[in-house]
């Protein structure tokens, strides 16, 4: 499965249970000035693929494929990204597990 399958996978269950997610679409091919006008825009390499909006915090998501590996731009984002959650999923069963696992934190706490 492709990584865009994945995405569009993830994101399309995040959002039938309530969450906000963004895809942030920095990869792809682009001419030079289309690029410099992104960049100028704050567009940033090595953003990951996707924000979820939770909690009042974001939680970065990379999505990759089973045998994908992040770049060397993707692995600095991640080590500037301190103090936010940064996962990376590679599949639909990746986010499934993190929304049980937040379900299950939610009842815990209303103990």
Not at 80 to 104: L, P, V
């Amino acid at each position: 499965m492709t990584e865009s399958r994945i995405q569009t996978a993830i994101v399309n269950y995040l959002r039938t249970q309530g969450y906000l997610v963004a895809a942030i679409p920095n990869g792809g091919a682009r001419d030079k000035r289309t690029g410099a006008t992104m960049k100028r825009e704050g567009a940033l390499a090595g953003h990951p693929d996707l924000n979820i909006y939770i909690d009042n915090t974001v939680v970065f998501v990379e999505v990759k494929t089973p045998t994908g590996r992040l770049s060397e731009k993707q692995k600095q984002f991640r080590a500037d990204a301190k103090g936010y959650t940064y996962m990376i999923w590679r599949s639909i069963d990746d986010a499934i597990e993190w929304h049980e696992y937040r379900k299950t934190l939610e009842n815990y706490t209303e103990l």
